[in-house]
């Protein structure tokens, strides 16, 4: 038969995992179809799941759809004006004769000044705008998926050991509760584990809330439910990279430094298309004019030719405003370039610090050893019971805690490989 007070702790959960999946069901049934239309089949490990996000995550989808309207920007700016046919027709009387005059013009336009290669070449500065962005938004649903896999296993772990003391506050509680008589010291000993016990179903239950809000999330992006089994969720990292290697110098190629770079691209391709635009089009091509006057009729033949004055400005005003562009797209670029060193070296720091306590930090081996040790000594009466709370809120503290600066390295290492334009080769 279980015993009373673990069902307790599964009532507690399926209440809070219930009242949670209530809230956040009713909007997610707009788009529970689409989720079941894309999702991506069956995922085997960690990486799995990471590509399925990148593939169905819709602010991927929408990102993708924008790439994809991209490459057509340079058919758009590769195309040729059309040539212009108008026509005039006038009527009128001479000497009692009937005049009839007939005119038609076929006009082609020049393009003088390179004005459609400086449209082509912009054209390709907006792709790289968009490709990038592109790039940013790959990034960003990569790190987010992965940190929140390792968050997913770390909610597992901290659950285990909340679970673990809950398990011991019970049982203590229902000795002393089975004896006949107890010691002032004992009495006290119940209330304090009451309070422990209430202390830990309240951090139980945010854990429960925290691991139901990130499996949505993690359902929204994949398209898919996700069920967090141990070949999904990364193990917890014990090989880190070394800092000395991490810290070699590497060029700055994520989409953090590319941003700036292209909008230099584009500002100089605005430049050269304010530069074509000082010069007119000249539209040019053949005249045929017929007229009749009476019982005459003659045709005439000629050319067509205009083209705008520069008489009261060469786009003087355009020239000087995309000229300023550049130098405002430079001094981004050089502060971003500043700024993302400096992030880098912050993240380093960080990355180092982390992985020295991490790897300095008692192992969970010894931890649950030490647990066991405790508990043995308790029951022999060698300890009293304020330890045994005391050690049990050492476990759960340093679990925690080692938790957030394994997530703070992951965050940190991912970052830099993010802002180095390699974070999809390295291994998770």
């Known amino acids: 038969m279980t015993p009373l007070w673990i069902e307790d702790k599964k009532i507690l959960r399926l209440v809070l995992l219930t009242s949670v999946v209530a809230s956040m069901i009713t909007p997610l049934l707009g788009w529970s179809d689409e989720l079941a239309a894309t999702g991506c089949g069956t995922l085997n490990k960690p990486r799995d799941v990471i590509e399925c996000a990148l593939k169905n995550h819709p602010e991927m989808r929408q990102a993708a759809a924008a790439l994809s309207q991209g490459d057509e920007l340079d058919a758009v700016a590769s195309q040729r004006p059309n040539p212009e046919l108008s026509t005039k027709a006038v009527t009128g009387k001479t000497l009692g004769d009937t005049v009839v005059n007939l005119e038609a013009n076929l006009s082609h336009t020049i393009e003088l000044g390179g004005k459609r290669g400086a449209r082509i070449e912009k054209a390709a500065a907006e792709r790289e705008t968009i490709a990038t962005s592109y790039l940013k938004e790959k990034e960003e649903v990569f790190l987010g998926t992965l940190t929140t896999l390792y968050r997913l296993r770390q909610i597992q772990a901290e659950l285990h050991v909340l679970d673990e003391a809950l398990d011991t506050f019970t049982r203590i509680q229902k000795l002393f509760k089975s004896r006949p008589k107890l010691a002032p010291e004992q009495q006290v000993s ?56 991490l810290q070699k110098a590497w060029p700055l190629r994520g989409s953090a430094i590319k941003a700036p770079q292209v909008g230099l691209k584009l500002a100089e391709a605005e430049l050269e298309l304010a530069k074509s635009e000082s ?34 400005q060469v786009n003087g005003g355009g020239r000087a405003f995309a000229y300023r562009g550049i130098d405002r797209a430079e001094v981004v670029l050089q502060a971003a370039q500043r700024g993302l060193n400096t992030e880098r070296e912050i993240l380093f720091q960080k990355y180092k610090n982390a992985v020295v306590a991490l790897k300095s930090a008692v192992s969970t081996a010894e931890m649950e050893r030490r647990h066991h040790d405790l508990e043995r000594l308790f029951n022999r009466g060698m300890i009293n019971s304020q330890l045994v709370i005391e050690a049990h809120r050492q476990m759960v503290d340093f679990t925690k805690s080692q938790n957030e600066q394994e997530l703070s390295a992951i965050e940190a290492l991912y970052s830099i490989y993010r802002l180095e334009g390699r974070l999809f080769e390295e291994r998770l």
């Open 190 to 245: 119940i209330g304090v584990f009451q309070l422990a016990e209430g202390d830990y179903k309240f951090r139980l239950a945010a854990l429960s809330t925290e691991e139901t809000a990130l499996l949505k999330q993690l359902s929204f992006a994949l398209g898919q439910t996700f069920s967090p089994s141990t070949n999904l969720l990364p193990p917890k990292k014990k090989d880190w990279v070394e800092p000395d290697t």
């Open 279 to 312: 010069w007119p089009n000249v539209m040019i091509g053949p005249t045929v004019e017929s007229q009749t006057q009476g019982p005459f009729t003659y045709q005439t033949y000629g050319l067509n030719l205009s083209f705008a004055l520069p008489l009261f």
